[in-house]
């Protein structure tokens, strides 16, 4: 009989400030990361691909929910909880509260709002403005929605195992485009 010996691992990069917090998401915009946490910090570390050394350190001190999802558009981190999302510059560390979510697990934000989405659900897909508030409904899924990206002006999702579906924000359609 033959025995399989993994390889040993490789340290790629190291970490310092880390706390004992559980990271659930991470976003990279230019050479910053930022990370929320299940306990509802938001850390915020460079990415400087010399350095075997990294520093991660909170731009927050148990401000916040749960962390659901980061997102980045332009210079700004977008961070859903499960109540609010906020913006943050990446520049000078301010975080700003810029809209409700009402049980929303993901966001894709743009230059007026954000969009508001929850995979693994057929809960229908809105945008949120940002500076009216006003919330429209895009789309609601056939299926259990997958994924979602946005593609200039288009949502793509994929439902379910087997469809692939877009939105057209110009003309404020929802057509499948794909079943198998």
Known sequence: SKINNPPACNIVKKFSGVSNDSYLVAAKSYSEIAIGSSQGNIYKM??????????MYPISSKEYEHIYDIATFGNMFYFNTKNAVYKSNYENDTIQQIGE???YTNIIP???????WSKGTKKSVIFEN???KAKTTL???ENILQNLRRFGNKLVAICGNSSVSIFDFASKKYTTVYTG
């Open 46 to 55: 460079n990415s400087i691909p010399e350095s075997e050394m990294l520093s």
């Open 101 to 103: 979510n009402t049980g």
């Open 110 to 116: 743009n230059s007026d709002g954000v969009i508001l």
């Open 130 to 132: 940002t500076s009216t």
């Open 139 to 141: 789309f609601t899924p």
